[in-house]
């Protein structure tokens, strides 16, 4: 049910207050007010690159060059930026035990730096703000890796098994990680508040998690600037900023 915004807030306020487990599902929407841009409006970072497949940054090390001096270089926009009142709301409602989780479509580690414990993040496009070996996993922190790339052209390799090393994100046919998924499935079918903050909801599999929250019986809000194909579905469909709106319904002193 779509509300006007006013009423929506009150409503959203309740729906969280009733709640006994909450489950936070965020998508670019939450951080574009921290000065990220998201992938597919116009301006967003697809209309001014194009995105590498996983399979050409494994097979071309053009394409891997390329990557990582999109990375280095800033370009793409993901990292380096700081959490928002909308991130800083959803870390309340993590500390003060009403939300579980937050299964995250973004990577730019923002919810982490506003507070919310690395183990209650559930990062389904990975994170940007270090790499990691393809072959053994083996964590990489970009700083270890950007002077001898920048200064010497040195494309990253991991130092422990030589294999090729890139930012700890899913790209563009890559798999989806297995863990994360499951986690994300186990934690929505655990929830009885669905609370979708900033995502179109047009990215699949990760978007098939409201519904799969909706047909489980958990309620479903969706705070989202413009509409999403999943509104019809929701018992609360909000547009609004989200930050404002958290801010609203989760005040610092609440």
């Given at each position: 049910m779509t509300f006007k915004v006013a009423d929506g807030r009150a409503e959203l306020a309740r729906m969280i207050a009733?709640?006994?487990?909450?489950?936070?599902?965020t998508g670019a929407g939450?951080?574009?007010?921290?000065?990220?841009?998201?992938?597919r409006s116009p301006g967003g970072v697809w209309s001014k690159m194009k995105p590498i497949m996983f399979q050409d940054f494994v097979a071309s090390e053009a394409m891997r060059r390329e990557a990582w001096g999109r990375a280095f270089s800033g370009r793409a926009g993901w990292t380096g930026r700081e959490p928002n009142a909308g991130h800083h709301a959803v870390a309340r409602l993590v500390a003060g035990?009403?939300?579980s989780s937050v299964?995250?479509?973004?990577?730019?580690n923002l919810h982490q730096a506003s507070g919310v414990p690395a183990g209650q993040v559930i990062e389904l496009h990975g994170n940007a703000s270090y790499a990691s070996c393809l072959e053994c996993g083996l964590r990489h922190e970009l700083e270890d890796l950007r002077r001898p790339f920048v200064e010497d052209g040195e494309i990253p390799s991991c130092r422990e098994c030589g294999a090729i090393v890139k930012t700890?994100?899913?790209?563009?046919g890559q798999p989806m990680p297995p863990g994360p998924m499951a986690a994300a499935e186990a934690e929505t079918l655990a929830c009885d508040?669905?609370?979708v903050l900033g995502s179109s909801l047009q990215v699949y599999p990760a978007a098939g998690f409201p519904l799969m929250a909706a047909r489980n019986g958990a309620r479903l809000a969706i705070v989202n600037r413009e509409p999403t194909d999943l509104d019809v579905y929701a018992d609360l469909a909000l547009h609004d900023e989200i930050g404002p709106t958290l801010s609203e319904v989760t005040p610092a002193n609440g």
């Open positions: 009733e709640a006994r487990r909450v489950v936070v599902f939450i951080s574009t007010e921290s000065g990220i841009p998201d992938f035990g009403k939300a299964i995250t479509q973004n990577v730019d700890a994100t899913i790209s563009f508040l669905f609370l």
